[in-house]
């Protein structure tokens, strides 16, 4: 199956900063998503982007399937974005989504 | 907005016992699914469910059954709990295979 990797593991914000979270995939994928999990472990969706490039607000993604890797972007951190950021892969014809294990984004105010 | 409703948020049972965890979506959704998340694991599909009383097994579907006899919801049973089921139970559910999904609160389950 698809292994999905994210980077970096951990990262620390001051508020105000922008970021950017890498999740690489090893085969061609059909849906990518990505999640945020709030310290509460609400997962919260924040695009279906299995290609191109969408924007919520200060948050975009860009996903580039041809080169298998997804990109999320935030700008103007605040501290509710804490938490930790998931992108989530399938290829066709399956609903079994493979998770990455997350990036653990801390904003300090 | 779609609202996926898990019954309960922290649930403690004892070893041995039968556990249902509840799942109930609002947006007539066909596609339910349960999840569990361990640290250092993430998470993990144990079963999903594409209509009602259909059924396909995840990646770790041993010790669980599932139930879905009304499209909205979708119950995950523990035939008889063990400590290695101390988890969190993550209910999802997605319009469909091009659509986001969208994910109950958990179920923190502790089982002694």
């Known amino acids: 199956g698809i292994q999905v990797e994210q980077s970096p593991p951990d990262l620390i914000l001051q508020e105000g900063a922008n970021s950017t979270l890498r999740c690489n995939f090893s085969?061609?994928?059909?849906?990518l998503q990505w999640f945020h999990q709030n310290p509460w472990g609400q997962l919260i969706n924040l695009f279906y982007?299995?290609?191109g490039t969408k924007q919520n607000g200060r948050l975009s993604a860009t996903t580039v399937a041809t080169e298998r890797y997804s990109l999320l972007y935030i700008s103007s951190s605040q501290t509710t974005d804490s938490g930790v950021y998931f992108c989530a892969a399938t290829t066709s014809g399956t609903y079994k989504y493979i998770f990455g294990t997350g990036t653990r984004l801390k904003v300090l105010a | 907005d779609v609202k996926v409703t898990q019954s309960s948020r922290y649930l403690v049972k004892r070893t041995g016992e039968k556990v249902f965890l509840e799942c109930v979506q609002d947006m007539d959704h066909e596609n339910m699914f349960w999840y569990r998340q361990d640290p250092g694991l993430g998470l993990r599909l144990i079963y999903f469910s594409y209509d009602v009383k259909m059924k396909e097994k995840g990646d770790i579907p041993e010790g669980y059954s599932v139930s879905r006899e009304k499209k909205e919801r979708f119950s995950l049973i523990l035939e008889s709990a063990s400590t290695n089921q101390t988890s969190m139970y993550l209910c999802a559910s997605t319009a469909g295979p091009n659509y986001g999904y969208t994910f109950g609160s958990g179920t923190r389950l502790t089982v002694v």
């Open positions: 982007i299995p290609s």
């Open positions: 085969d061609s994928v059909n849906n």
